[in-house]
């Protein structure tokens, strides 16, 4: 029995190219450091004493200059290539990770929150087109699946240490996630392919356009996305607001609680993707879209710790399906030549939540009160794979 689990886990794991190895140490280093988003909120009403709403429109610049660090990444992966993009990224939000840390007043807080995500996120589309040259068709969800799995590793270490920091001395945070972010960069210009790869080999594109813009099925799958991680992104605004302030939770035991998620991803997300990375995809995206907003809903009955852990661990089950095969349906639908640009408009999907996330989430907890905003979570899960049954009976008919 345990010789067959392990060699369940080795076969999910074997047959990847090093240098998708290599991208997936870098995501670990960078993410072990990626300790001040989680705590921004808290970071912004107790350190600098905004209102829980006022924090909200705060946090929610990060999504704002999001959204343009994904589309400019894309595009400038496609025209330079991933590797220089990536190195730049990290190195320029090292920079404004520390100016951010110094940043007093609400001009200049905003400001430099925009800064950090605009050079942060240039990397996801360039990390992605990276990723996509590195390995063909058929292991290409178990690639992104390896990409989730190392995030999750880094931030299983990284968020209860951010957690017992934050409890010191916020200033912590602002330094370890510059150096981390450095040193990622150290680790990608030491290990990383030098030359621009050439695409592998996959399945052909059944789009024509080499703009995503023009692929109306994408973009309504990319729409349907960012409803879902509007949902999902709560873990960055309302949600440790909600553990705290009507839980009882203290800064560490968040950051513990937050941590379950990534353990579960990291005993069973390659698990799961081995097991339907062939299927198609779209309706196991549907599938986690639901479980993701039924998760969060489970907390409108919580009352303790333990339905705020089973939220967590549900909601987790369903990012399993959700992150690997949403990435993976992008870089296929992709022309060649193009996948910076699909993973560009695919990210801009979560870039957007960013926005939504914390808007919606901390007005709704603040003026309805967490049971409504929990439910609405719910509710939204429901449209969300009734969208997802339409947009398919369309597809098969055409």
């Known amino acids: 029995m345990l010789r067959a689990i392990v060699r369940s886990y080795r076969d999910a794991f074997s047959g990847l190219p090093r240098q998708v190895w290599v991208l997936a140490l870098v995501l670990f280093v960078n993410r072990v450091g990626m300790m001040v988003l989680p705590f921004l909120a808290l970071y912004l009403t107790g350190e600098r004493g905004f209102a829980v709403d006022s924090a909200g429109r705060l946090v929610a610049l990060y999504g704002v200059g999001s959204m343009l660090g994904v589309t ?92 017992e920091l934050a409890e010191l001395d916020f200033d912590w945070l602002f330094q370890i996630g510059a150096g981390t972010a450095l040193f990622a960069a150290l680790v990608l210009w030491r290990f990383g392919e030098r030359s621009a790869p050439r695409p592998a080999a996959g399945a052909p594109s059944r789009v024509e356009t080499s703009s995503p813009w023009h692929d109306g099925t994408f973009l309504a799958v990319v729409l349907l996305q960012c409803a879902t991680a509007t949902v999902l992104f709560q873990f960055f605004g309302a949600l440790p607001v909600f553990l705290k302030h009507d839980l009882g939770f203290g800064e560490s035991d968040v950051g513990r609680a937050l941590a379950l998620n990534s353990i579960l991803i990291i005993l069973f997300e390659m ?60 870089t296929r639908r992709a022309p060649e030549g193009a996948v910076g640009r699909y993973l560009g408009v695919y990210h801009l999907a979560f870039a957007a939540s960013f926005v939504l996330a914390p808007l919606s989430g901390t007005w709704v907890y603040e003026h309805h009160g967490p049971r409504t905003l929990w439910g609405g979570c719910a509710a939204l899960g429901v449209g969300i794979v009734a969208a997802h049954h339409g947009l398919r009976r369309r597809e098969r008919t055409r």
């Open 72 to 163: 400019a990444g894309g595009w400038l992966a496609d025209r330079f290539g991933p590797r220089r993009v990536q190195l730049t990224s990290l190195c320029l939000n090292a920079l404004f990770l520390m100016v951010l840390s110094v940043a007093r007043t609400p001009l200049a807080i905003g400001a430099a929150i925009m800064a950090t995500s605009l050079a942060g996120d240039c990397f996801r589309p360039a990390n992605g087109a990276a990723i996509t040259a590195a390995v063909g068709d058929g292991a290409r969800a178990r690639a992104f699946s390896l990409m989730s799995l190392a995030v999750s590793v880094g931030l299983t270490i990284g968020l209860p240490l951010g957690g």
């Open 271 to 330: 698990q799961v993707v081995r097991r339907v990375e062939r299927r198609d995809a779209l309706p196991l995206i549907a599938l986690g879209s639901f479980v993701i907003c039924a998760g969060y809903g489970l907390n409108a009955f919580a009352r303790g710790e333990l339905m705020a852990l089973v939220s967590i661990a549900v909601w987790s089950l369903g990012e399993m399906l959700f992150f690997p095969l949403g990435a993976a349906y992008a």
